[in-house]
């Protein structure tokens, strides 16, 4: 998650410049300013994290969180009065 300034034009630029970088390394937007993606290892979870840090605009804040898939599945969401559907675990592949 995220909050940078988006006042002059060469911020929103960057802003919009991180954004699109988060979407090239497989993030998907959860909602504004908040992106996420499943990592199968802590390994994976600090490489993208170190290219989360290579693509920092200047100034604001970003945070990178780590949850299981269990408290994943548990979180409750509601679309105004309206409870939505719980979450379900990402798809996971195994290779031999």
Do not use: H, W
Not at 59 to 86: A, C, H, M, P
């Amino acid at each position: 998650m995220f909050d940078l300034p988006v006042v002059e034009k060469s911020e929103r630029k960057a802003a919009s410049d991180f954004r699109n970088g988060l979407l090239d390394i497989g993030f998907e937007m959860a909602q504004f300013s908040v992106y996420m993606r499943f990592c199968s290892s802590t390994g994976q979870v600090e490489t993208l994290a170190n290219r989360v840090e290579a693509s920092l605009p200047e100034g604001g804040k970003v945070s990178v969180l780590q949850f299981t898939d269990k408290q994943y599945e548990r979180i409750i969401s509601f679309n105004g009065k309206s409870k939505l559907s719980k979450n379900k675990s990402p798809d996971q592949y195994d290779l031999f």
